[in-house]
């Protein structure tokens, strides 16, 4: 009886369709209602796009809001800045003045006797340099908020150290700073680290008082340097951070078919991993024993029996050689579907083109939304000095519709991922079960991309509501966190309540995550609906719970050593040669490197997610083929073969 629970409990085995032959050409369209529900979500993110366009203004986005309220390089304000579109920051809350130009000087150049305040520019009579360039700015003498400078107020005694803890500076946080050089980055004036170390050595004696502003003018410095480093290396990291990554993941995923290849990575990386779990099995149990021998006895029962539990553990898991060897087959037999249907390998091309196109307009709308808001004044008090910043503030409505739109993202970006699952897995299962390999090409993958859009758009479209549902509370969950952070700072018991549903939620996500990729499987093979597909999968994968966790682990060896050669390799070389040809032209090659890096790791993912999708989609072609079929039957080939013939179904 409980035999027969357990076997109830984990589900009935799969059974052959009549006539199965592989996942066949008559199909059913699945999940129509969701494909209908997401065409509505289209058109109110079109509709939203639209009424944004009509009443917003996206020069408030584009362009910089200075201290007043005017928006620099308009006339959207109580003063025409149409000629004066760079904002120059003032102070470290944001806070600034508009300019015609960046200040540009000689590197390093910073004039500490000469001030840009909220009411002009500042000259300290008799020390200001005079040679300097003049700086162009808007006449802000009518506005109601202005502040200008004084020597009491900004320069008390002509004193530079004085004048930094002065209540116009006042450390960075007041209505008045230095006029340095300055590098342009998105119409911000950043002072470059350079000027900033000058002015350092002209306030020496009042570092200790050097707060936000030192860690706000790092973060400027260190932005412009890199947007400066970026911009000169941009061909070396566009060349490498694309081109080669696309080449270079090519040739890995072709490298994969070689069978001794292959064979070596995964042993070499899995015996390593399996000795060294071994030595930690028979350590702790031996440990375990030699300090249960011991009198007196050091350690308390329960450490006792914890090491030895572990020692247990361990060695079961290093036993697991025999599933492991199951696992070497279907990444075999992976690769070998990958190599018989090379153009599979360009479908994430293809996707991440449909990503762009959708990222373009949904940031086209975005923005537009964001220009919906109303300027408001905030004023902040620091050592008794009030500072007037203006910033953005908006509505209900405005609020609603961008959380429309974030949820609009959400749920296209795990669409178009759920489509390019469902089309490997249609590729690769028809692979599997087909006996002659050799009518297996590029035939196959545009059968399967044109059937997975017409039949299954709904079913993808489901599983990615799901997702989008999740990640759209955890937004939620995260916003309200940091509303009520900024109300009660310190309330740890509200921190704890947050990062618990965050986690909880996170490892929702993950679960539904795993179920909607064999959900997909499933219906690639057999063209049931999601929810069908997701309890066959579910029980499938509970029946084969042991076969699946191995095959995972070496599945994944292989993807992560993957992603890590590539990044790395494809990195070492930028590096090289921008070491050797435009070193002297940047501030240093780390940070393009980094992003060659980054670039490359994304690329890589993108070719190494088709890699992790066709085995899990072997391994579930496999199972099924052993559950449904018996003997000569099965579709299975070389190891697989003998993993049934030896095993059973």
Not at 29 to 39: E, G, R
Not at 199 to 221: C, F, N, Q, R
Not at 477 to 494: H, L, M, R, S
Request: glycine share 8%; with cysteine.
């Amino acid at each position: 009886m409980a035999k027969e629970d357990k076997d109830e409990y984990k589900g009935d085995k799969l059974s052959a369709p009549a006539g199965f032959d592989g996942p066949s050409n008559d199909r059913v369209c699945t999940d129509v209602l969701c494909s209908l529900l997401l065409v509505g979500m289209f058109a109110i993110m079109t509709a939203i796009g639209i009424y944004s366009i009509q009443n917003g203004d996206i020069r408030l986005i584009l362009y910089p809001l200075d201290y007043d309220g005017n928006i620099c390089g308009t006339n959207a304000g109580d003063i025409d800045m149409t000629d004066y579109p760079y904002l120059y920051l003032v102070n470290s809350f944001g806070g600034g003045v508009c300019m015609k130009e960046c200040p540009s000087f000689s590197s390093g150049y910073a004039d500490e006797y000469t001030l840009v305040t909220y009411g002009g520019v500042y000259k300290v009579d008799g020390l200001a340099d005079e040679s300097a360039p003049t700086v162009e700015m808007p006449d802000y003498s009518n506005s109601p908020n202005v502040q200008t400078c004084t020597q009491e107020n900004c320069y008390p005694n002509n004193n530079p150290k004085e004048s930094f803890t002065s209540s116009g500076v006042n450390s960075g946080m007041g209505y008045a700073f230095y006029l340095s050089d300055t590098t342009n980055y998105l119409n911000r004036c950043f002072i470059s680290s350079d000027a900033y170390t000058v002015i350092e050595d002209a306030v020496e004696d009042t570092k200790d008082s050097i707060t936000d502003l030192g860690a706000a003018e790092d973060v400027t410095s260190f932005i412009s340097e890199l947007y400066s480093d970026l911009y000169s290396a941009q061909n070396y990291i566009l060349g490498f951070g694309f081109g080669v990554s696309v080449l270079a993941s090519f040739l890995y995923t072709y490298l994969l078919r070689i069978p001794g290849l292959l064979f070596t990575l995964i042993w070499g990386s899995l015996l390593a991993s399996l000795g060294l779990i071994g030595f930690m099995g028979y350590y702790s149990f031996t440990a375990a024993n030699n300090a249960a021998d011991e009198d007196p006895q050091v350690y308390s029962d329960d450490k006792i029996k914890g090491m030895r539990y572990f020692g247990y553990f361990m060695f079961v898991v290093a036993g697991l050689a025999k599933r492991i060897q199951l696992s070497i087959g279907i990444v075999k037999q992976a690769s070998r579907a990958v190599q018989a249907m090379p153009t599979l390998l360009i479908f994430p091309v293809v996707q991440t083109v449909g990503l762009l196109a959708f990222i373009f307009v949904w940031l086209f709308y975005a923005v537009y939304v964001a220009s919906l808001g109303e300027i408001e004044t905030n004023e902040f008090d620091e050592n008794g000095v009030t500072v007037m910043v203006r910033s953005f503030t908006y509505d209900d409505n405005t609020q609603a519709m961008a959380w429309i739109l974030l949820f609009c993202f959400f749920w296209t970006v795990e669409f178009i991922s759920a489509v390019g699952s469902i089309v490997i897995a249609r590729a690769i299962a028809s692979w599997y079960f087909t006996r002659d390999k050799g009518t297996i090409g590029t035939g196959t993958v545009v059968q399967s991309i044109r059937q997975s859009m017409w039949y299954h758009m709904g079913t993808a479209a489901f599983g990615a509501l799901i997702i989008a549902i999740i990640q759209t509370i955890r937004a939620i969950v995260t916003y309200i966190q940091k509303k009520i952070e900024g109300i009660d700072g310190d309330n740890k018991a509200v921190k704890c309540v947050a990062c618990c549903c965050q986690c909880c939620f996170a490892c929702l996500e993950k679960c539904m995550r795993f179920i909607n990729k064999h959900a997909y499987i499933q219906t690639a093979i057999f063209s049931t609906n999601f929810c069908i597909s997701a309890k066959n999968g579910f029980f499938l994968i509970l029946r084969n719970f042991g076969r699946i966790g191995a095959i995972s682990v070496v599945s994944e060896v292989v993807v992560v050593i993957g992603k890590i050669f590539i990044a790395a390799s494809t990195g070492a070389i930028a590096y090289v040669l921008m070491n050797n040809y435009i070193a002297d032209e940047v501030e240093s090659i780390i940070g393009p490197t980094v992003v060659v890096i980054l670039l490359t790791y994304i690329v890589a993912s993108l070719f190494f997610s088709i890699f992790s999708m066709a085995v899990d989609t072997v391994l579930q072609c496999f199972i099924a083929d052993e559950e449904m079929f018996d003997g000569d039957d099965c579709y299975a080939e070389g190891s697989l073969k003998e993993w049934i013939d030896d095993n059973g179904s």
